[in-house]
């Protein structure tokens, strides 16, 4: 009866993911008298989960897993459900795990809810509330299913530090060829850069920029904060930045700590992709650009006179703050 979660690593390494998932579960554990059991996949240490309340590891060690393949994963997950007996099975909703939860609600015959953004309302009916219409409003959805599958949406439960006694078990689930049927060939990877699913802070420049010789500063900005580049579309469609910048309804979602949006309109389609992060501080010359509507922090100005003062006094603060 374990709540399940499946702790995301990438390269041996967990996602901040893991840890709120894990965080999110022993609320709901707690609530429900009975314990969390985390699944990892070629993770390479366990300690870390016990800061968030996690009581079991189930840890799998595969070559055959080292590269994500959704049915393979999923098939997992599924075992690993049912050998915990577990009826309520939490994800999140990193690109993989909007893969995964689907694959894993049909195997297990769970109903499913993604873009969970609280802990239950209510276990019997079992209600929880989600954002609906790209995060423009909530709804509460009820799953009638014995099995649940949960997508959480990033940053919105937080990680709360709970120290457990955790266990380790070795788990080695029965994977066939129909597992593999698709199979990642290669991996492209941005190299020496935060990618924009992980950041923590994101940069983001738009047609206010006027071209793509214009983004030295961006950049500029984003290395102090250790951030990744972002763009709206009419910025990667031109062919200024690349596609894998592109945020928005069409393009990459961005849930981060701080989203600064340079020259950005703040169109719906825009903001879609955004509204999830936390912090949003705007920088435009129109006060009446949308984008202000949406902002905790807001610069009328022009980005050319803007961002390379931001740059210097950031640069400052770190160097008296080293
Ligand atoms: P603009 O709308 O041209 O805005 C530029 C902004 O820069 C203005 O607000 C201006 O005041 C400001 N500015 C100008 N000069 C300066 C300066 N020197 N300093 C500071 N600010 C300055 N867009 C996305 O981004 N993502 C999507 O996923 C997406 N999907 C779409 C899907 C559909 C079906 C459709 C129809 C559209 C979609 N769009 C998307 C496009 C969207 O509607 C907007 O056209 C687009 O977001 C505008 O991009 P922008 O803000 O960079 O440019």
């Known amino acids: 009866m374990a709540i399940l979660i499946y702790a995301e690593s990438s390269e041996g390494k967990y996602k901040k993911v893991a840890f709120e998932l894990a965080s999110y579960a022993k609320k709901i554990a707690t609530s429900l008298g009975t314990t969390v059991t985390a699944l990892t996949i070629n993770a390479n240490s366990t300690s870390e989960l016990a800061d968030y309340g996690v009581d079991k590891v189930l840890k799998v060690t595969d070559d055959s897993l080292l590269k994500f393949s959704a049915k393979a994963y999923a098939d ?77 949406a990033k940053n919105s439960f937080g990680l709360i530090e709970t120290k457990s006694n955790l266990t380790e078990e070795v788990f080695s689930p029965t994977l066939t060829d129909a597992d593999f049927a698709v199979k990642v060939e ?64 069409t393009g990459k979602p961005v849930a981060a700590n701080l989203y600064i949006a340079i020259g950005i309109s703040g169109a719906i389609q825009h903001i879609a992709g955004i509204n999830s992060s936390k912090v949003k501080v705007v920088i435009n010359t129109d006060a009446d650009a949308p984008f202000f509507k949406v902002a905790d922090y807001g610069v009328v100005g022009d980005a ?8 210097e006094k950031l640069k400052a603060f770190k160097a008296a703050n080293a």
């Open 76 to 152: 997992v997950i599924k075992q690993a459900a049912k050998k915990e007996s577990s009826l309520i099975i939490v994800l999140s909703s990193t690109t993989d795990s909007l893969y995964l939860a689907p694959l894993v609600s049909t195997y297990l015959n769970a109903g499913f809810t993604s873009n969970v953004v609280e802990l239950p309302s209510s276990f019997s009916p079992f209600q929880v509330k989600r954002t609906a219409f790209s995060n423009k409003a909530f709804n509460l959805t009820e799953i009638s299913t014995e099995i649940k599958v949960l997508a959480i």
């Open 186 to 249: 290669s991996i492209e990877k941005v190299s020496g850069k935060v990618t924009i699913a992980d950041a923590e802070i994101v940069v983001s420049a738009g047609r206010g920029l006027k071209g793509p010789e214009n983004w030295g500063m961006i950049e500029e900005l984003a290395s102090v904060l250790g951030a990744a580049t972002a763009c709206s579309k009419p910025v990667s469609d031109i062919g200024w930045r690349p596609h894998s910048e592109h945020v928005g309804q």
């Open 304 to 311: 050319f006179d803007v961002v390379p003062k931001l740059i």
